[in-house]
Every structure is written in C-alpha cells, then in structure tokens.
C-alpha cells in the first residue's frame, strides 16, 4: 500500500517536473508547476508532515503562483512568447552532468546509512509549532524580518518611475 | 679621547663641506679642509707620544652585536699606527696647502667639491691606519676606493680621467673582493675581528688555513697598493690632479696596502709560505716599474712607475720578515714622492696645465729655481744617496735583502740603479737641457706661487732629515738593525752610477737618445707597453668582455628575452580570446558552471574516501 | 530500500530537473520557477530525512525554505518587471550587460 502511494505521487511529480521543464509556453509551465506542488503536498502527507503539506498548498498554490500569473499578465504577452524554448548547447552539455549528479547523490543515499534515533514523533502539527515558538522563536522572528523586507524591495522595484 | 679628534677631524671638514660648501665658497672650503687636516696632524702627535709608551685603544660603540661575538668600532694607538698617522696627517696637510695654489685657475667652479673629497680620503686612511678591528679597515678601505675613485676622475668632463676613475675602481674592487673573504676567513679563523684578539691567537690556529687567509687578505693590498697583477690603474690614475696623485701616491691610497700587510704582520709571520708570495709579487713589481719607468714620457707617469717600484721593495721587505724597514720606506717614501708630485705639479702648473710630457720642457732649472731645487733634493733622496732619508730606509732594505739572499740582493741593486737613472732622467731632460717649449708657449715659465712652494720646501726638509730618525724609529718599534757600511758603499754607489748614466746620456748626449730608442725598439716597446699588461687587459679582458656581452646581447638579449617578452602579447590575447567564450555574460552559461563545480565537489565529499 | 530513501531519490531528482531548467531556459519567469523546483526538492529531502531520523528540525527548516522562497519570488518578479520596463525584455540570454 505504502509502495503504491510512493509509485503513485512519484509518478505525478517526475511528470510534473518534466513539464516545468520543457513546455514551451510559460503559462503551461506554471501550470505543471502547480500539479507539482500538489503532488508534493501529497508526499508531505504521506511523510507525515501534516503542518507543511498544508503551508505548501497555502504559500505555494495561492501566494506564489497567483504571483506569477499577476506578473505575465502585466507583461505584454507577445514579450513573454518572444523567448519560449531553451537552449540546446547548454542541454548536450548540462545533462549529462546532472545525470551524474544524480548517480552520485543515489549511490550516496543507498550505500550510506542514516543514523537511527528510534524516535517517532506522535502530534507532528504540534511539536512543530511549540519548537517554532520556543527553540526557533527569534530564526522565525528573522524569517519575518526577510519576509517584510522582501515586500518593501519588491514595491520599490515594481513601481513605476515618475 | 682626543685620539678620537684625530679621526674625526677630516671627517666633519668633510661633513661641513659637504653640505655647506657651496654657501661658504671655495676658498672657505680649502681652508676648512687645510684645518681638519693641522687639527688631525697636531693630535696625532700627541697620540704618538702617549702611545709610544704605552698603546692604548678607545672604543667607540657596538656596531653589531651578535649571539657570540660583538663587532664594536674602536681606534687602537699603538707606536706603528699613530706614526703612520701623523705622517699620513702631515703630508696630506701639506698637500692640502699646496693644492689651493695648484687649483687656484679653477677657483668657482664648484672647486670645494674637490676639498670634499681630500677630507674624506684622509678620513678614509685614517680610518684604516687607527681602526682596531678589520672591519673598521674594511670600512676605510673602501671608502679610499671612493674617494680615489671621486678624484682621479675630478676632470670629469676629459674622457680619460673618466676611464682612469673607472678602471681604478674596477681593478680595487678585485682587491677588495679578495680582501673581504680574507676577512671572513679570518673571522672563520679566529672567531674575532679585533686585532689584539687575533695576536692573542695567533699561534694556536691552523697553519695552512691562515696562510690562505694572509693570501686573500694581501689580494686586497695587491690591488690597493698597484701591485702586479692589479696595477695598470696606477699609472692611468695620473689623469687626476696633481695633489690628488701626490696623496694618492705619499700617504693615502697605496700606502694603505703596505700599511695593512705590517698591521697584521704576526698573522703573516705564522704563515711564513704567504710571506714568500709576498716577497715575490714585490720583487717582481719593483724590477717591472723600473723597466716601464725608464721608457715613459710622462712627467707624471715616470713618477708613478717609480710609487710602484718603491712599494714592491716596501712589499719585498716585508716579504723577507723586515716589518720595520718597509715601514720606515713607506714613511720616508711619503716624504719625497709628495714631493717629487708636487714639483712635478709646480712645473704642470707653470704651463697652465698643458704640457705633461718631459720633452715638451726643458732647461727649466733658470726660471723656476725653487721647484728644480725641491725636485732635486727628492730625486737625492729616491736614488739612495747619503745622507738623505731615502738612503737610511733604503738601505736597510738591501741590507735585509742581501742577508737574505744573493739573488735578492741583486735584484734590489738593479732596481736601485734603474730608480736612479729614470729619476735624474727627467730631472734632466725637464730642467737641463734643450728649452723644448719655445715653439709652444711664447710667454716664459714662471716659478709657482709661494702657497705652493712653502709646502715643496717643508717637504725637501722632511725628506732630507727624515733619515736621522732611523734608530729612533727602530727602537719604537722594537728592532735593532745595523748599519752595513759595505752594503751602504755599494747601494750609494749603484744610485751614483744610476745618476752617471742619466747624467752622460742626458747632458752630455754620449748617445742620442732617440737614435738608442730606434735601435732598441722591441725593448723600448715591451718597456713603455708596461709588458703589454695594460693592453692585454684592455683587449682581450675587457674587449673579450665587451665582446661576450655584445653576443649575449644580440642573442639572449634580443632573441630570447625580447622574444619571450613580445610572445606573451599573442599568448594573452590568444588565452583572452579563448577564456572570452566563458565569460559570455550570459546567466544559463554561468549556472552551468555552477553545476560543473557542483559535481565536482560531490565528486570529491562523496568518493574521495 | 525504505520509503523515505526512495523519497529522497525522488527530492534529489526535482533538485537537479530544477538545476537543468535554471541551465536550459530561456524565459526567466520559467528560470524563476525552475529555482522554485530546486527549493521544492530541498524540502522534500528535509522532511524525509527527518522522517528517517525521527525529528521534527527538518519540517521547521522547510518551514524557513518556503518563507525565503517566498520573499525570493516576490523580490525576483520585482526584478524582472523593473527589467521590462526599463529595457523592454525578459530573455535571460539578451542580459549581457557583464560582458561590455
């Protein structure tokens, strides 16, 4: 049961990231973007990380991608046409690279071993909450800083000149 | 600490000079320069007298302490350094006096540079005479070889001066070179540089090690002093001024090679097979000056040859183990070759400069009374004739030679004649016989200003009394020689017979000698060549040189360096072109060379175990 | 072979499909999204790391990744919309301003 969710969501993700990959129209692409991450949250759950699965879908699903689309619709559409594609030369030479990447890092997690605690952690939403406002209580209090930087750096830069 | 006033009294004339010369003007200068030298002379007698009872040192400060051994400056007055300073201090004062009137044409024209550079040679000598350690006498030896350097070539602007200063230099550098791994040598030796600690010693180190040490140490008195081999810049050296020659010949420069070999005498003496090496090189330089003198035309250079002969007898003496002769030579040779220098100068001076061989003068004897008279009595004393003080000192130098052995002996004799003949040659060429300058100079030549002639006669007394003072001077320094009237007959009789045959070729014309010249002529040649030593060093030495770094230049030089040099442009830019392909600008390029380190580092964290 | 190492084959592979994307493309609204994908494996790889160890350090770090991813979005899209209007493209390949 376990193997058939893991080939299931797998599957959908490997397919969803090809297409962020090589569609050529950027909006599709954005759309297999949100198929990932719907597949993505579907991993969270199976992994039991309950609170991600579902900040994955609220951030990412709402937030950004309706970002993004905001952002191609303010851009004159035959502009955003106008580079669709990739480059081939980079593509002979990138991915045999990153195919041996890929074999390294799977050699790396098959052949090592993970140091074992034996700890399973019952009320995931829960511990993940109390450590976020006790152990990494000013990490989060910086996130936010980053965060309300962030707003004020992409109103200035989005503006528009006088 | 007054013997500190007898360093340091050049050097501050020197100093003010130096710095302030061209604000007090020249005559100024001269006069600063004349008083360092009186103030030097006057406390050197006082130290002498101090001294000669009991030697005494003064140390002046640590120049460079090290884990085990501190290298301090010091003066150390014993008898043999502070007479050789009072006489060096004496003569050069009057050289000093003399030079205002010699140089008195060229007054305004920067002249007090020229003073500059007499203070800081007798500094320099004072420094190597009163030095108690032998890098004190390093310090003085070179800077003789600069202020020598500076003034043999004080015509600047005459091509030959300027090559004479240059090949001076050159051939003390060899010497020098030699002198400063006999220091390190001796340091080796010795763990000392002081000259007390190294007498203490003296007996206790290895024999053949010292006496290669005495060896390279007597390299650097070789080429201080013109010995064979390092001598053609000697005779060249006379393109300076006159003063300048008289105290590079009397009592600066090349008595400091003498002086520093009787300095360290106990460290020659323990190695008696580097005492032979010095007898040798000075018989053979004496017999080789007296050739080459006898067929000179220079007034200068005739007087030169004959420095070269006296210090190679002073270096046959000292060779032979007579210390106290050869120093006893060397100061009453300061006296009457100052002397003959300066009449030679008076004489230069009269012409204004322009006339420098003997056969352009002549008859000389009516118009300028005082010079012929201080000329003679310094001929007198260079030929050995009783009772002058050339007599006494070479005397003793054929006494010892002849004790020694025959064959020293004669050779000590046929130098005496051969000084003789070419001495009272240019005496009578110059001042007997025919008026050769009639035809060049309209206006008679005029006896020297009395600036100059009142140290000419200063001198001509020194050099004839001097002599008197042999026992006391022997008895300073602790030998007894005596008097040989045998060997006094025959010496006085070889200088008389010297002086006869000059006399009768020269006054009397027995021959002629230019018909003897063209007769003799390959030996006139090998003679007047200097043995073609001069040439040979010129030619093949420095030309090979000149010839060497020609092709050096035309190969290395242009080919190879130029070459490598102008290759890098293409390679550069061969290497831009190339390299200019990454740096495209563009942002997937970049990011694919981020996954290339990527994986490289992968590579290394996972695998590399 | 458990679960959670074939997961984190599965977070290796969207990392390094992320990578090829950010090479490959030439619209940088699809780059943007192709760092999106690298930051998305990065997560995953965390959780199921902590699920292989047993924690819950990891999933508060995924926590952080998606707050800079999304202020990184923010700031990125600001970017390219300031490129537009100030140069009138949006081609990664046309910026090339390092080169002169």
Redesign the interface.
């Known amino acids: 049961m376990e193997w058939l969710i893991f080939a299931l969501l797998s599957t959908w993700a490997i397919f969803s990231a090809m297409g962020v990959l090589f569609l050529k129209n950027p909006v599709h692409a954005i759309l297999s973007f949100i198929s990932l991450i719907l597949a993505m949250a579907g991993m969270f759950l199976h992994l039991r990380a309950e609170l991600l699965a579902g900040l994955q879908l609220i951030i990412y699903a709402v937030a950004i991608v309706v970002f993004y689309v905001l952002v191609i619709t303010t851009i004159p559409w035959e502009k955003v046409k106008k580079f669709e594609g990739f480059y081939k030369r980079e593509f002979f030479f990138g991915f045999p690279l990153l195919l041996g990447s890929f074999a390294l890092f799977a050699y790396a997690i098959l052949k090592g071993s993970f140091a074992n605690t034996g700890l399973v952690v019952k009320d995931n939403v829960r511990e993940v909450g109390k450590s976020l406002f006790s152990t990494y209580l000013f990490p989060l209090e910086v996130a936010s800083v980053i965060l309300l930087t962030a707003m004020i750096g992409a109103i200035l830069l989005g503006r528009k000149e006088e | 600490m007054e013997g500190l006033v007898v360093l340091l009294s050049p050097l501050i004339a020197f100093l003010i000079i130096g710095f302030f010369g061209s604000r007090i003007g020249d005559m100024a200068s001269a006069v600063l320069c004349i008083l360092g030298g009186l103030f030097s002379f006057i406390f050197s007698l006082w130290a002498t007298s101090k001294a000669i009872s009991q030697p005494f040192s003064i140390k002046l400060y640590d120049f460079l302490p090290m884990e085990n051994y501190t290298i301090s400056l010091g003066l150390y007055f014993d008898p043999l350094s502070s007479i050789t300073a009072s006489v060096v201090t004496f003569v050069a004062t009057l050289i000093f006096i003399y030079s205002v009137g010699y140089m008195s044409n060229l007054f305004g024209q920067w002249t007090f540079k020229f003073y500059a550079y007499l203070s800081l040679f007798l500094f320099a000598m004072l420094l190597i005479v009163l030095s108690d350690n032998l890098l004190g006498i390093f310090f003085g030896w070179e800077g003789v070889g600069l202020a020598s350097y500076l003034l043999i070539g004080y015509f600047h602007t005459q091509k030959k001066a300027s090559n004479a200063s240059l090949e001076a230099f050159t051939l003390n550098r060899i010497g020098d070179w030699f002198f400063l791994f006999g220091i390190i040598a001796t340091f080796y030796l010795f763990g000392s540089l002081s000259i007390l600690d190294i007498f203490g010693k003296v007996s206790e180190v290895d024999k053949a090690l010292l006496g290669l040490a005495c060896l390279l140490l007597f390299g650097g008195a070789v080429g201080k002093s013109g010995q064979l081999p390092l001598h053609t810049w000697l005779p060249n050296a006379m393109a300076g001024p006159t003063p300048v020659s008289a105290l590079l010949h009397a009592a600066t420069m090349v008595a400091a090679g003498v002086y520093m070999v009787a300095r360290l005498y106990p460290m020659f003496e323990n190695a008696p097979q580097s005492l032979k090496v010095v007898a040798l090189v000075g018989g053979i330089t004496a017999l080789f000056a007296g050739l080459s003198a006898t067929s000179h035309t220079d007034i200068k250079k005739i007087i030169a040859f004959s420095t070269m002969s006296q210090l190679g007898l002073m270096f046959l003496a000292l060779g032979l183990g007579d210390k106290m002769s050869a120093m006893f030579h060397l100061t009453t040779h300061a006296f009457f070759k100052a002397l003959l220098f300066l009449s030679a100068g008076s004489i230069i001076h009269a012409f204004h400069h322009h006339v420098h061989d003997i056969y352009e003068t002549g008859g000389l004897k009516r118009y300028m009374p005082i010079t012929y008279g201080s000329f003679l009595v310094g001929a007198l004393a260079l030929a050995g004739i009783f009772p002058l003080s050339g007599f006494w000192s070479k005397d003793l130098i054929v006494a010892t030679a002849y004790e020694v052995s025959f064959f020293w002996g004669v050779l000590v004799s046929v130098v005496s004649f051969l000084t003789a003949y070419y001495i009272f040659r240019e005496g009578f060429v110059m001042f007997h016989g025919k008026e050769h300058f009639r035809h060049e100079h309209k206006e008679e030549p005029h006896e020297s200003p009395g600036v100059m002639t009142i140290p000419m006669v200063v001198l001509g007394v020194m050099a004839v009394v001097a002599g008197f003072f042999e026992g006391w001077y022997g008895g300073i320094l602790g030998v007894k020689k005596e008097l040989h009237i045998g060997i006094a007959i025959l010496s006085v009789l070889v200088g008389l017979a010297g002086i006869g045959v000059a006399y009768l070729v020269y006054v009397r014309g027995l021959i002629d000698p230019q018909k003897a010249y063209e007769a003799l002529k390959p030996l006139h040649t090998t003679f007047k060549e200097q043995f073609f030593t001069e040439r040979l060093y010129h030619k093949v030495l420095a030309g090979g040189y000149l010839f060497y770094s020609k092709i050096l230049y035309m190969t290395a030089e242009r080919q190879l360096i130029d070459g490598l040099v102008n290759a890098t442009h293409p390679v550069v830019r061969g290497a831009g072109s190339v390299l200019r392909l990454l740096?495209?600008?563009?942002?997937?390029?970049y990011?694919?060379f981020m996954?290339?380190g990527?994986?490289a580092l992968?590579?290394i964290t996972?695998?590399w175990r | 072979m458990t679960i959670e190492k074939a997961y984190l084959l599965i977070s290796i592979f969207l990392f390094l499909s992320g990578l090829l994307g950010v090479i490959i493309r030439k619209n940088l609204i699809t780059l943007l999204i192709s760092t999106e994908l690298m930051l998305n494996g990065v997560n995953l790889a965390l959780v199921s790391v902590d699920r292989l160890v047993g924690g819950i350090e990891g999933q508060v770090f995924a926590l952080f990744i998606l707050a800079v991813a999304a202020s990184e979005v923010a700031v990125g899209l600001g970017l390219i919309v300031a490129l537009f209007r100030l140069k009138g493209y949006e081609g990664s390949s046309e910026i090339t301003h390092l080169r002169e």
Do not use: R, W
């Not at chain 2, 740096?583 to 390029?589: D, T, V």
């Open positions: 740096q495209a600008g563009k942002l997937n390029l990011a694919l996954a290339f990527f994986l992968l590579f996972i695998l």
